[in-house]
C-alpha cells in the first residue's frame, strides 16, 4: 500500500536584503533602512522617503515612496504608518522588488534566508510518493533547482533527471527564481 506523504519546507527570514546602489560619499554600495521615513506635507501634497544607511560609512539617503501625492489618495492607516515609523512598513518596502525597480537600486537577497525543512533524509527509491509544500517568510527569490537539491539533499544532476523524468511534477522551471509559496510531488519510487 502506497501512502502519500506530505512535508513542510520553510524558506525563513534571517535578515532584509541589502538595497545595492552607489553612495554618494564613499565608494560603498549596500545600504541598509535607517527604520524610518520621512513625511513632508506642502499643502495637500504629501511626499514620504524611505531613509537608508550605507553600510560603509553611514551616510543617510532616500528613497521616493510617494512623490506630490494628494493627501487624500492615501490611507489613513498608511500615512499613520509612515509618520509612525511602523517597523512592518519598513520592511515590506525594503523587500519591495517594484520599488528597487522603479527606484533604480538592486537588491542583494544574499543571507537573508535559509531552508527549514521537516524532511530528516529523502531517498530517490521511497516507494511513497510524497507532496512538498515550500512556504516563504520573505519574497527572496530563490532559483527552484537550488531549493530541491538542498531540501532533498539530491545532485543537481539527479534532481534535472527526476525532473526530466516527471518524477519530480513542479509547476515552475528549475530555472525559475520562486519568491512565493507553491508544492511540488514527488512520485513514488520503484522500490523493492
Ligand atoms: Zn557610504
Not at 532533498?152 to 539527479?158: D, F, N, T
Not at 512565493?180 to 514527488?186: G, I, R, S
Amino acid at each position: 500500500m502506497n501512502t502519500d506523504r506530505k512535508a513542510l519546507w520553510a524558506v525563513r527570514e534571517l535578515g532584509l536584503p541589502a538595497i545595492v546602489k552607489p553612495c554618494v560619499d564613499c565608494p560603498g554600495t549596500r545600504h541598509r533602512p535607517s527604520g524610518r521615513f520621512r513625511v513632508n506635507a506642502n499643502g495637500k501634497l504629501l511626499d514620504v522617503w524611505l531613509l537608508l544607511c550605507c553600510e560603509a560609512c553611514g551616510n543617510t539617503s532616500k528613497v521616493p515612496v510617494h512623490e506630490r501625492r494628494h493627501v487624500q489618495q492615501l490611507e489613513p492607516a498608511r500615512r499613520l504608518a509612515f509618520e509612525n515609523n511602523d517597523p512592518a512598513m519598513v520592511r515590506a518596502l525594503a523587500m519591495n522588488a517594484s520599488l528597487a525597480a522603479k527606484s533604480g537600486y538592486r537588491l542583494d537577497w544574499t543571507g537573508t534566508w535559509r531552508l527549514e525543512t521537516d524532511l530528516p533524509f529523502y531517498s530517490p527509491q521511497d516507494p511513497h510518493s510524497l507532496t512538498v509544500f515550500v512556504g516563504f517568510e520573505l519574497p527572496a527569490p530563490i532559483r527552484v533547482e537550488r531549493l530541491l537539491m538542498s531540501g532533498l539533499g539530491l545532485s543537481r544532476g539527479e534532481v534535472r533527471r527526476m525532473v526530466a523524468s516527471g518524477r519530480i511534477r513542479l509547476p515552475l522551471n528549475l530555472e525559475t527564481k520562486a519568491h512565493q509559496d507553491f508544492a511540488f510531488t514527488v512520485e513514488a519510487g520503484s522500490g523493492s
